[in-house]
């Protein structure tokens, strides 16, 4: 069942989680045919003219939100375009994603932006833009331009802004905007071409260290900015226990600071290396197990309040090199939901509603987005969820173009099955 035509949509029985109103109840849930939200009739129309999704076990949430996803388009769409993406993102269960302006060219102009907010795509595309001119650190970018042309966040992605005082003006323009500056925190001159933290697998394989100061020192100068300039700033890929002290000091203190937990961080650890495997190399790379315990225990406290997934393929040659030839990152739309559930909810014991919020809520509110809700007379933008199900990660079934995951050929507890936007029913595990 794919791209069903508009038709009203009845789930006669899931577990309803709507972390806006603060709803998590057993229940029904009835779509009409104009897509919104409404009481289930007394009566249901025909058969013909309605869609029946009735199975064990279903979570309904409002459709995800993924604020970092790299779609490589334009530039490299070898690995990812628009399109492939965002079938990757609708699979995984997301309705709207922040794409990342690392592409080829850079989006920094307005021309990338409008044409990114333009596709006509099965997810809602929101772009950032570039926080300097082409993302070389140098000069701030035409932020009000961009803004203009539709960029909800402002970012190097992918390479740090680490001159302080060109970061300064960047976030000193962004506050007066009131968009965030989303900042990948690693110091170049501390990285120092590392790739991999210190485990058995880079001891083997003689690779050269990423040291946790490069992230944990960056975050520290970042929000020493946040701090001077009022600017709302967002951390992402956060991998350190320190970082997470730096984050739940800054909230603490009251700052506008927000950082985001990716799956494979949360999930996996650098002792879990199986061995010269460049799908498991990704920027920051994986923490220790200290490290993943920490993340896990910022989330479940509330410092870390988004999940996002970093989404960054690769073309599969790129990939296939061994870990120290591969760049850097791994695909994960289609993953997310499976390795967060069990992950956060099955092992940690994170309410069914704070998941939902981390997906939901709070990116939204990141990007300055009113989030969907299941609310009666909303319009429907839904996901649907089978925590339970299990899959095994075949990337050959992909939506995306590449096949770039440490997950690959392992079974996996719970994903999408469908997702509800716009009057269109799109349900590619049906």
């Keep these: 069942m794919k791209n069903e035509p508009q038709k009203a949509l009845y789930i006669p029985h899931a577990r309803l989680l709507d972390p806006a109103n603060g709803r998590d109840e057993q229940g029904a849930l009835f779509v009409d045919a104009e897509g919104r939200l409404a ?33 490589r388009d334009p530039g490299a769409t070898d690995a990812e375009d628009l399109l492939s993406g965002a079938a990757a993102a609708a699979n995984g269960g997301f309705t709207r994603v922040v794409t990342m302006p690392n592409t080829n060219p850079p989006t920094d102009t307005p021309d990338l932006v409008r044409r990114a907010r333009a596709a006509q795509t099965p997810v809602s595309i929101f772009p950032s833009a570039c926080a300097t001119l082409g993302r070389a650190g140098k000069v701030c970018a035409p932020l009000e331009a961009l803004e203009e042309a539709g960029a909800v966040a ?128 990704m920027n920051p790379p994986l923490g220790t197990r200290a490290d993943v315990q920490a993340l896990r225990q910022g989330v479940l406290e509330g410092t870390l309040t988004v999940f996002a997934t970093d989404h960054a393929p690769h073309a599969p040659a790129t990939k296939n090199k061994g870990f120290q030839a591969a760049p850097f990152g791994i695909i994960g739309l289609e993953t997310a939901v499976a390795v967060t559930w069990d992950v956060m909810v099955r092992q940690c014991g994170m309410a069914p509603l704070a998941w939902a919020a981390a997906w939901v809520t709070a990116p939204n509110a990141l990007i300055g987005l009113p989030p969907p809700t299941l609310a009666p007379g909303a319009p429907a933008e839904l996901a649907i969820l089978a925590p339970d199900d299990e899959w095994v990660v075949d990337p050959a079934r992909s939506a995306s173009k590449s096949a770039n995951t440490p997950w690959a050929g392992q079974t996996l507890h719970g994903r999408a099955i469908a997702t509800y936007r716009r009057g269109r029913l799109r349900a590619p595990a049906l």
């Excluded at 289930?40 to 029946?52: E, G, H, I, Q």
């Design 154 to 281: 402002f970012s190097d992605d992918g390479a740090m802004v680490a001159d302080p005082e060109v970061m300064r003006v960047v976030m000193l323009r962004a506050k007066k905007l009131g968009r965030p500056v989303m900042d990948h925190a690693v110091l170049p001159r501390l990285q120092d071409g590392g790739v991999v933290r210190d485990c058995p697998a880079a001891r083997a394989l003689g690779l050269p260290l990423f040291p946790p100061e490069a992230e944990v020192e960056a975050v520290r100068a970042d929000i020493a900015l946040c701090r001077a300039t009022g600017c709302a700033l967002h951390l992402q890929h956060l991998s350190c226990a320190e970082s997470v002290d730096l984050v739940r000091q800054a909230r603490a203190e009251g700052l506008p600071v927000t950082a985001e937990a990716t799956p494979h961080h949360l999930a996996l650890a650098a002792e879990d290396i199986p061995g010269n495997d460049g799908n498991w190399r």
């Design 39 to 71: 009481p289930v009739p007394a009566k249901l129309p025909p058969a013909a003219r309605l869609t029946v999704i009735d199975r064990p076990g279903l979570v309904v949430t409002p459709g995800l939100c993924d604020v970092h996803v790299h779609f």
